[in-house]
């Protein structure tokens, strides 16, 4: 059932297909290039047909990175629409494209390379962070049955209308694994400059080690929380259709992280697999007083929610309610409480730290242990939040690394 729903909806294949994504520092420089190059030739070798999904080359400053484009555009308006920020931001790839099919002929391998809407990557009308609609990958499939490596432009897509549109920051993990469901990839796999997802960001805990085996709730929830190994909504694409997941380092033989439907670690689940931290957050608290009551509490969410303002950490008591938002939206929120006739108390400089792990529900003593950590590294939590996979605690920005190193270090995760 749901391989005939996944080809109805996606495409169809029987070819045996691996799909590989090259983040922006794989596909940057003529080393990182080769190195990508010997990982497209080993799964040739396996007998695989290959498509390659492609970031942008290099980071900001860079001058094919996707930031330094987007500045451009903005430099000569400030103003600059969003339908034509998506056809400046989609060159990038299709640049890097057109470089990694050229590094690929070099080497003797038969390769051409397709923008996003020519590998049939059809999406909504939300210029700058469109969501994909469907994939018709016919003329891919074509190329691939021809004995071509297919290097896809990733992050974009076009509209049914024929406008170009990009998936929003990260989309080319979004990209390669709706590529990889509408192919029925035998296997996906996301390459990036860290080792596979690691149990802390390493400049902040160098003995973060990698995690072998996360499942998709987990994964999703690590890049909802701040983890960049991976876009989230390519994660809850992949879990919608159990495609399998493979993340590793371009740059090491590491095995990486393979994606799995459940924890397992000596067939026992973890406690707790990882922590993650968001900076730039402010929190914001609105008291109510004995007059006020639901329909305030509408007017107040519905107020922000008219503005598109996102709230996370959101706590609601009778006397008061409590949530935070980012630095960068934090005045506007101010300003939209203010007319609503809500004066909040701000708190800026705060940062979202979590715990996140399958194995937690149900088990007594987590949040005890959190208090515990970061009460003895002399960290205040000024705010908390939980799921059945994760506990989060606001913090003073200048505490957060203390406070994701004390959390590592209680639930042993360099072991």
């Known amino acids: 059932m749901f391989r005939d729903h996944a080809s109805r909806i996606w495409g169809f294949s029987v070819l045996a297909i691996a799909v590989l994504k090259f983040g922006g520092t794989s596909v940057a420089s003529e080393e990182s290039r080769q190195l990508a190059v010997a990982r497209v030739r080993a799964h040739l070798d396996k007998g695989y047909d290959v498509c390659v999904v492609v970031s942008a080359m290099g980071r900001k400053g860079e001058p094919y990175a996707t930031d330094t484009l987007l500045g451009l555009a903005r430099s000569l308006y400030h103003n600059t629409a969003p339908r034509e920020l998506d056809l400046m931001a989609a060159c990038g790839e299709i640049i890097s494209s057109v470089v990694m099919t050229n590094a690929l002929r070099r080497e003797g391998i038969r390769a051409l390379a397709l923008t996003g809407w020519q590998a049939g990557i059809v999406t909504d009308t939300n210029f700058t962070q469109?969501?994909?609609?469907?994939?018709?990958?016919?003329?891919?499939?074509?190329?691939?049955?021809?004995?071509?490596?297919?290097?896809?432009?990733?992050?974009?897509?076009?509209?049914?209308?024929?406008?170009?549109?990009?998936?929003?920051?990260?989309?080319?993990?979004?990209?390669?694994?709706a590529l990889g469901v509408a192919l029925e990839a035998q296997e996906t796999e996301i390459y990036t400059d860290v080792d596979g997802v690691l149990t802390a960001d390493p400049r902040v805990v160098p003995d973060a080690r990698t995690i072998p085996s996360i499942t998709y709730d987990e994964l999703c929830q690590f890049a909802h929380e701040g983890a960049k190994v991976i876009h989230p909504v390519a994660v809850e694409l992949a879990r919608r259709y159990d495609l399998q997941l493979h993340i590793r380092s371009t740059f090491s033989d590491s095995m990486g992280t393979t994606v799995t439907g459940q924890p397992l670690v000596g067939g026992h689940p973890r406690t707790v697999t990882g922590v993650t931290s968001i900076g730039g957050m402010v929190q914001v608290q609105?008291?109510?007083?004995?007059?006020?009551?639901?329909?305030?509490?509408?007017?107040?969410?519905?107020?922000?929610?008219d503005q598109r303002i996102s709230l996370d950490m959101i706590l609601v008591t009778p006397g008061r309610k409590a949530f935070i938002v980012a630095e960068g939206v934090a005045q506007e929120a101010q300003d939209v409480m203010e007319r609503a006739g809500f004066f909040p108390s701000i708190r800026p400089g705060c940062a979202k730290v979590s715990v996140i792990g399958a194995g937690m529900r149900g088990v007594p003593g987590v949040m005890a242990a959190v208090a515990s950590a970061l009460h003895d590294a002399g960290v205040r939590i000024l705010q908390t939040a939980d799921s059945h996979l994760s506990i989060s605690c606001l913090v003073p920005q200048e505490h957060s690394d203390t406070a994701v190193r004390a959390l590592h270090g209680k639930f042993h995760l360099s072991q």
């Open 130 to 177: 469109a969501r994909i609609r469907r994939v018709e990958p016919s003329h891919l499939q074509r190329h691939l049955k021809e004995g071509f490596v297919v290097v896809v432009a990733g992050f974009q897509g076009q509209t049914e209308s024929g406008d170009i549109t990009t998936l929003g920051r990260g989309g080319s993990d979004i990209s390669a694994v």
């Open 286 to 305: 609105v008291d109510f007083g004995p007059d006020q009551g639901s329909g305030d509490e509408l007017r107040l969410f519905k107020a922000l929610a």
